[in-house]
């Protein structure tokens, strides 16, 4: 089975979320958020660019993957381009919880808390 996420390194760790996330790929993909939060990673970036969909279940895992960052002394930062997939997570009050960005740079260059 291929990988739903795929995770580059440098500078920081980007996890490249798929177009969907569900109930049936969210606890692969939050696996995948897990693994790039080695020691000493201060942030990882969840790329979304190319999420067209994400459901409760997505919305769920992006929260513990939150909880997990912090737990681990980390930030995540959503890349989050698409304005629809945006619209659902303000609905959920998710951007109050996690820095969204629009660009990589900015994420990249994103205050670390």
Known sequence: ??????????PLPVVTL????????????GEQVAAALAP????????MTATV??????ISMLIRAKKRATAHGAELRLLLPCPNVLR????????AVLPVYHSLDEARAGPWR
Do not use: H, W, Y
């Open 1 to 10: 089975m291929a990988d739903l996420a795929t995770v580059t390194t440098a």
């Open 18 to 29: 798929p177009a969907e996330i569900d109930m049936a790929t969210a606890p692969a993909i």
């Open 40 to 47: 000493g990673v201060r942030a990882v970036i969840a790329d």
């Open 53 to 58: 969909f994400c459901d409760s279940a997505g």
């Open 88 to 95: 659902v997570l303000k609905i959920q009050g998710v951007d």
